[in-house]
């Protein structure tokens, strides 16, 4: 690899049409970007893999990049060089990127100085790499779409990847009373240890009404929802009087009845990151840098895979038997 960034080439994964994963092919040729004005270039360490990855990569997803491109955006490592405009970041100093320009499956990222943060001693490469778009994710759906307050509950339906366990944690520090499902008992077992107060194998055919008897029949304020095409109608029977469920993820539709919303008059409210504002991104980085700096964020990594192992990675991601940790790329 040595000899290759000496020549201004570096290893990336590149996908030239949408499809499966073997649309993701590892060349070892590709030029090292290089950063503009207020741009920078990082040494990737590790890249998160998060499910929407895959989604783009089918083609179905409501935002699509031009092809060829290279997946990735949480991307953790080391400034390689700095944009003219660029004084908050010198050469050697480790960040985590929320977002990249030329996609963080790859040796090297170039990434807008603002989507770009000091990574904490505290934490490992691979750390860095399950922080943006799982714990941004969650302090949005949280708060800014979902308008928690400390004593609420809340139910996070899929507690165990990278995004539940950031809505654990993020929960729990906040002062909500966390409820959390998982597929496994190793799940269970990481989302009671990450700020759940009691947990539920969604595997379980009377899952759901072991949640109604936890609630005292009361049902919860709030439910972060990984998976709205098979949870959602469900979902609308846990609720309290003005429960609200954050739609994180979706594979595919679902019936329910509207009724349901009605009776208690709940909401159903999507959530994307994609569409955050410049000022809701730096509230997110600040929560999340506070919440390093007090020692209650800790992301858990879960399988980390070699960069040439990418479309074992997004096979997994999709039909693995429970989630646990946030999956990682290591180039």
């Known amino acids: 690899m040595a000899a290759a960034a000496a020549r201004g080439a570096m290893r990336a994964v590149r996908v030239f049409e949408f499809g499966g994963p073997e649309v993701?092919?590892?060349?070892?040729?590709?030029?090292?970007p290089a950063p503009e004005d207020a741009q920078v270039l990082?040494?990737?360490?590790?890249?998160?893999?998060?499910?929407?990855?895959?989604y783009i990569r089918s083609g179905n997803y409501a935002r699509i990049p031009p092809l060829p491109y290279t997946p990735g955006s949480d991307v953790a490592g080391v400034i390689e060089g700095v944009g003219g405009r660029v004084t908050a970041f010198k050469k050697g100093d480790r960040v985590?990127?929320?977002a990249t320009l030329s996609g963080g499956y790859a040796d090297y990222a170039v990434a807008e100085a603002d989507t770009v943060f000091p990574?904490?001693?505290?934490?490992?490469?691979?750390?860095?790499?399950?922080?943006?778009?799982?714990?941004?994710?969650?302090?949005?759906?949280?708060?800014?779409?979902?308008h928690a307050k400390a004593g609420e509950s809340v139910l996070i339906h899929g507690a165990s990847g990278g995004v539940g366990i950031a809505a654990c944690q993020i929960a729990r520090a906040y002062g909500?009373?966390?409820?959390?499902?998982?597929g496994t008992e190793e799940g269970m077992n990481i989302v009671l240890r990450n700020g759940a107060h009691q947990a539920f194998n969604h595997r379980e055919a009377n899952y759901l009404d072991k949640i109604k008897e936890y609630t005292t029949m009361q049902g919860v304020n709030i439910i972060i929802e990984m998976l709205s095409n098979v949870n959602l109608a469900a979902d609308l029977h846990l609720l309290s009087h003005a429960g609200r469920v954050m739609v994180v993820?979706?594979?595919?539709?679902?019936?329910?009845?509207?009724?349901?919303?009605?009776?208690?008059?709940?909401s159903i409210i999507g959530v994307s990151l994609f569409l955050e504002?410049?000022?809701?991104?730096?509230?997110?980085?600040?929560?999340v840098l506070d919440g390093i700096e007090s020692?209650?964020?800790?992301?858990?990594?879960?399988?980390?895979?070699?960069?040439?192992?990418?479309?074992?990675a997004h096979e997994d991601i999709i039909h693995s038997s429970g989630a646990r940790g946030k999956m990682v790329l290591l180039p």
């Open 249 to 266: 993820g979706c594979r595919g539709p679902i019936e329910i009845n509207p009724r349901d919303t009605m009776n208690k008059e709940s």
């Open 24 to 32: 993701l092919r590892l060349q070892a040729d590709v030029p090292i």
């Open 295 to 312: 020692g209650w964020l800790k992301p858990v990594v879960g399988p980390e895979y070699p960069l040439q192992e990418v479309a074992k």
């Open 96 to 98: 985590f990127t929320s």
């Open 176 to 182: 909500l009373k966390v409820l959390g499902t998982a």
């Open 42 to 54: 990082i040494k990737v360490h590790a890249c998160g893999v998060n499910p929407v990855e895959t």
């Open 119 to 146: 990574l904490s001693d505290k934490l490992n490469f691979s750390q860095g790499a399950a922080i943006a778009i799982p714990y941004f994710t969650a302090y949005r759906a949280l708060f800014l779409k979902g």
């Open 277 to 287: 504002t410049e000022e809701e991104r730096r509230e997110c980085a600040r929560a």
